[in-house]
T-cell receptor, first 115, second 109 residues
């Protein structure tokens, strides 16, 4: 079966612009999480959605937002881009219907460069 | 809050055994996971420990001590293809995997 698909793979934006990233989870997976990965910082949790509801949010400014649709596809939006937002944005899906997510499946990520 | 500590870099010789440690502080704990990420690739799941003890999956094993808030990933019979970054991740309170900053493993001939 198809894996987690993230689009676009690469993106270059200018400071002050906004961007929308998309994630299609594995079929049947209802939980989608987003992570920001930068060199030296590892993966930092942005937010998690399950059945269109945000269940948890990481420590990021309000410029970072997301949503999940009824088909479990998810989008994240970053407004008023800053240079420091340049990173690899990873989406992960899992079957989780409870708090225990033993195995998450990651997409290849969207590499965002802000200039 | 939650924090995870793991070494930033480890170097080992092909065929050897290497252990990557992870200590964590978390509010609420369900389990410790390990992920592998090659340069330019997506993180992939390796193992999960919810209870104390050792879990073995082929050349990889993972250990957890909940009382010590400590775990490790053991890689045996190292191969060149094992050169990658390895992340420990904790499922604590809330619906999120919280990751360490990763350990870059270099396997040399």
């Amino acid at each position: 079966k198809a894996g987690v698909t993230q689009t676009p793979r690469y993106l270059i934006k200018t400071r002050g612009q906004q961007v929308t990233l998309s994630c299609s989870p594995i079929s049947g997976h209802r939980s989608v999480s987003w992570y920001q990965q930068t060199p030296g910082q590892g993966l930092q949790f942005l937010f998690e959605y399950f059945s269109e509801t945000q269940r948890n949010k990481g420590n990021f400014p309000g410029r970072f937002s997301g949503r999940q649709f009824s088909n479990s596809r998810s989008e994240m939006n970053v407004s008023t881009l800053e240079l420091g937002d340049s990173a690899l944005y990873l989406c992960a899906s899992s079957l989780a219907g409870t708090a225990v997510i033993a195995e998450a499946f990651f997409g290849q990520g969207t590499r965002l460069t802000v200039v | 809050g939650q924090s995870l500590e793991q070494p930033s870099e480890v170097t080992a010789v092909e065929g050897a055994i290497v252990q990557i440690n992870c200590t964590y502080q978390t509010s609420g704990f369900y389990g410790l996971s390990w992920y592998q990420q090659h340069d330019g690739g997506a993180p992939t799941f390796l193992s999960y420990n919810a209870l104390d003890g050792l879990e073995e999956t082929g050349r990889f094993s993972s250990f957890l001590s909940r009382s010590d808030s400590y775990g490790y990933l053991l890689l045996q019979e190292l191969q060149m293809k094992d050169s990658a970054s390895y992340f420990c991740a904790v499922m604590g309170s809330g619906y999120a995997l919280n990751f360490g900053k990763g350990t870059s493993l270099l396997v040399t001939p």
